[in-house]
T-cell receptor, first 108, second 110 residues
Framework: AQRVTQPEKLLSVFKGAPVELKCNYS??????LFWYVQYSRQRLQLLLR??SRESIKGFTADLNKGETSFHLKKPFAQEEDSAMYYC??????????FGKGTSLLVTP | NAGVTQTPKFRVLKTGQSMTLLCAQD?????MYWYRQDPGMGLRLIHY???????AKGEVPDGYNVSRLKKQNFLLGLESAAPSQTSVYFC?????????FGPGTRLTVT
């Protein structure tokens, strides 16, 4: 069963515009949620985890248990933010369940 | 530290051929994972290991086997490759929930 849903395959925004990448999850219990990013021709790397509640590269994400969401937000998108973004949930110890990913394109 | 490395980077196989993908990590992580990445499908877990000598099935294990004889290495085997196994394969390792990924292996089965 799909545990993590990223409804947008592709999101295109202009430089300087706000961006929100959506992530919804289904899990009974206390999930641990992450955002991973894959820049062109690079390996996946951790961007954010909900338990740290930090801002990385201007991105933030808040876990909303009522709406079962963990949307990724940035107030002013930059061209270097163009990448593939994956939302992921940890449900079996340390194994991750990934969403299908959202490709973010920031155009000048 | 090299982190997580994968060999080979690219490979083309004919249907029915076999091969082994090697993943190595130098971070002394207990946990290691193999994923496949396909367009529109995201990353799907094939097999994983919670320690040397142990392996477990993930979401899409059919057609693959794995071995973890040494803590630092996690091997993914394809005994009889099929075109449906054309994909990019990523290895990852972790000591907690943060996973560190390798650069990937692009496999094409014709």
């Amino acid at each position: 069963a799909q545990r993590v849903t990223q409804p947008e395959k592709l999101l295109s925004v202009f430089k300087g515009a706000p961006v929100e990448l959506k992530c919804n999850y289904s899990y009974s219990g206390s999930p641990e949620l992450f955002w991973y990013v894959q820049y062109s021709r690079q390996r996946l790397q951790l961007l954010l985890r909900h338990i740290s509640r930090e801002s990385i590269k201007g991105f933030t994400a808040d876990l909303n248990k009522g709406e079962t969401s963990f949307h990724l937000k940035k107030p002013f998108a930059q061209e270097e933010d163009s990448a593939m973004y994956y939302c992921a949930l940890s449900d079996r110890g340390y194994a991750l369940n990934f969403g299908k990913g959202t490709s973010l394109l920031v155009t000048p | 530290n090299a982190g997580v490395t994968q060999t080979p980077k690219f490979r083309v196989l004919k249907t029915g051929q076999s091969m082994t993908l090697l993943c190595a990590q130098d971070m002394n992580h207990e946990y290691m994972y193999w994923y496949r990445q396909d367009p529109g499908m995201g990353l799907r877990l094939i097999h994983y290991s919670v320690g040397e000598g142990t392996t477990a099935k993930g979401e899409v294990p059919d057609g693959y086997n794995v071995s973890r004889l040494k803590k630092q290495n996690f091997l993914l085997g394809l005994e009889s490759a099929a075109p449906s196994q054309t994909s990019v394969y990523f290895c990852a390792s972790s000591y907690s929930t943060e996973q560190y990924f390798g650069p990937g292996t692009r496999l094409t089965v014709t």
